[in-house]
């Protein structure tokens, strides 16, 4: 699987629509200071679910949308789109190509879509869950990460080598099913009351 796309539209700083293509193999992104090269990483993060401002370098997630300049209006959307290539089937969805966005307005409406089809945040996580390309896995290495996981606990540092053999999902689904137990255990028990209280 490899990132072939990245289209942004009043994402940040980039106020007209734009497009980036990744080939196979590497990709170097050149600038001056400030000409927006974290924001393109900032924009993959985004839609892949990341939920704090502060990780995006902003105080509130309205700052993501486009805050104006000089000759340009703020813009009221912010629009970005991920197209990966999953021709080995990495992600568990029917598709040699796949589509990813997420849309946030001013007045805080945001929406997540997985080929076009808006969805929930839950089914974005899910689809890529084991790949690494979470926003706390391995795919987007920022700047001090690699100090971090060196300095992190060996507990902590697990989880990166449970996301890299694919546990992550497994541990979660195990999570869930646990959840529905307990609740079905407190139903029955409710239930086992309610007979007693008939007989
Ligand atoms: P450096 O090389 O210094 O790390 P960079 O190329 O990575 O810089 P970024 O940090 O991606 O640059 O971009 C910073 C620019 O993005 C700043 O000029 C900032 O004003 C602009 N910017 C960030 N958020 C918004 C926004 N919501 N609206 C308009 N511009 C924004």
């Given at each position: 699987m490899h990132l072939k796309k990245i289209e942004m539209h009043g994402f940040k700083s980039f106020a007209e629509e734009v497009k980036v293509e990744f080939e196979p193999n590497i990709t170097a992104v050149l600038g001056p200071n400030g000409s927006g090269k974290s924001n393109i990483a900032d924009a993959i993060r985004w839609v892949l679910g990341?939920?704090?401002?502060?990780?995006?370098?902003?105080?509130k997630m309205e700052d993501v949308i486009f805050a104006g300049s000089s000759q340009r209006k703020p813009m009221?959307?912010?629009?970005?789109?991920?197209?990966?290539?999953?021709?080995?089937?990495?992600l568990p969805i029917d598709y040699n190509e796949v589509t990813l966005g997420r849309r946030v307005t001013r007045s805080g409406k945001s929406e997540y879509l997985i080929n076009n089809s808006v969805c929930r945040l839950k089914d974005i996580e899910e689809l890529i869950m084991g790949t690494g390309?979470?926003?706390?896995?391995?795919?987007?290495?920022?700047?001090?990460?690699?100090?971090e996981i060196l300095s992190s606990k060996a507990t902590e540092r697990r989880l990166i080598f449970e996301e890299a053999a694919g546990i992550t999902k497994h541990k979660q689904r195990k999570k869930e099913a646990s959840r529905k137990l307990e609740k079905t255990e407190q139903d029955l028990n409710r239930v086992n009351d309610i007979i007693g209280e008939l007989e």
């Open positions: 990341e939920q704090s401002a502060k990780s995006l370098r902003g105080s009221g959307i912010a629009e970005v789109t991920l197209t990966l290539d999953n021709s080995n089937g990495q390309l979470g926003t706390e896995a391995y795919s987007i290495i920022g700047q001090g990460k690699v100090d």
